[in-house]
């Protein structure tokens, strides 16, 4: 299986099934003489794991994050990091029914077809716990990256839709909520419909604001690895997204050009920010702003028609522990994603000033 590794000169790669001994992943590139605080990654870490609440799955995985290698005194030294994260509550007897057949808008079907094999627990290595590990790596990523501030928040759920521009909301109230949305009273809301689909043994989607402050300008280059691309490439990897905007996104085809340019000031910032703090691929230094549309989870709790491996149509329900909404533990994911993007231009940077 190729395509387990992200990034080009601050890279991870990473290992581990659902329901195998462990995850984890390496970090190749990432500077000597950082002083890695191990406390904040693995605070990071439990804003993802399972059992944070009653509004995501219930499994309950401590997720403790383990460092073997990279460092020394507290600091990076250069070489590689390796991690791993524990399994300790898989239930694999829960995916026993499906066994020999197909779960509809999962990996299932095209694994068998394109590997002869897959491990039926859990999704083996398509299931969403694969994203711990890069959680643990955009920790260690947003500790180099001084300064830059990655705040994501959940803006949309089914069709409870945060109407307020990021500018007037307080990130403070992000992790205040079990939504992580940055608006109390809408986080209530959201709350309170996410419980009634999960009652109903069903699922629902929805979106993931991030804004990310600080960034310098240069990162990104201006032909086929263009800043957004890249940041498109991060959120469209991670599990159940099906789509990516920034700056102005879909809403700007409906403008004039007139309206749409961001006017500069005369210190080389701008009256506006269609652009979403990106211009040529490169960022600008203006906020970089963009939106994540996660599907709603394909395991339903209820009765389904599907086939078997044989092509023969067959009921089953699906069972054990699943998130009925995704985005409220996907947050820390969309900022790793983030992270490790503007961390891998940031050396790309420093190399371009040779």
């Known amino acids: 299986m190729a395509g387990n590794s992200f990034g080009n000169l601050f890279r991870l790669t990473t290992f581990g099934e659902s329901h195998g001994r462990a995850l984890g992943g390496v970090i190749d590139g990432c500077p000597a003489g950082i002083a890695l605080d191990i406390e904040a990654v693995q ?7 399972p059992g944070q609440s009653a509004i995501v799955t219930q499994r309950k995985e401590p997720d403790t994050v383990e460092i073997y290698s990279g460092m020394f005194e507290g600091k990076t030294t250069g070489t590689p990091i390796g991690f791993a994260i524990h399994n300790t509550n898989q239930k694999s007897k829960d ?4 066994k020999d057949s197909y779960r509809p808008s999962h990996a299932d079907y095209v694994y068998d077809k394109k590997y002869g094999f897959r491990d039926y627990r859990g999704g083996g290595r398509s299931s969403a716990r694969e994203t711990a590990s890069r959680v643990v790596a955009g920790a260690i990523a947003k500790q180099f990256l001084k300064g830059v501030k990655i705040n994501a928040f959940v803006s949309q759920v089914g069709e409870l839709k945060l109407e307020v521009p990021y500018q007037e909301l307080d990130f403070n109230q992000i992790e205040q909520n079990s939504v992580r949305c940055a608006d109390p009273d809408m986080a209530i809301k959201m709350e ?3 419980k009634r689909i999960k009652k109903e043994g069903d699922t629902i989607g929805g979106v ?3 804004v990310t402050q600080n960034v310098p300008i240069g990162l990104g280059e201006p032909v086929f690895d263009k800043l957004h691309a890249e940041l498109g490439k991060a959120m469209l990897s991670i599990n159940a997204v099906k789509g990516f905007e920034y700056g102005s996104g879909f809403a700007g085809v409906a403008m004039k050009g007139s309206a749409h340019n961001d006017q500069f000031n005369n210190d080389g910032t701008t009256k506006t920010n269609m652009s979403g703090g990106v211009q040529g691929g490169i960022s600008n230094g203006m906020d970089i702003y963009f939106n994540v549309a996660f599907k709603p989870v394909a395991t339903v709790l209820q009765a389904y028609e599907t086939i078997d491996k044989e092509g023969n149509s067959v009921t089953t329900k699906g069972k054990g522990r699943h ?3 995704v985005v409220p533990r996907a947050v820390p994911i969309v900022e ?3 992270a490790l993007v503007l961390a891998d231009f940031s050396l790309l940077a420093r190399t371009n000033k040779f």
């Not at 995916?95 to 499906?98: A, G």
């Open 43 to 49: 605070s990071e870490l439990n804003r993802r794991k």
């Open 95 to 98: 995916y026993s029914h499906i």
């Open 192 to 194: 309170d419909y996410i």
């Open 208 to 210: 993931i604001t991030c």
């Open 323 to 325: 998130d009925p909404c």
């Open 336 to 338: 790793a994603m983030t």
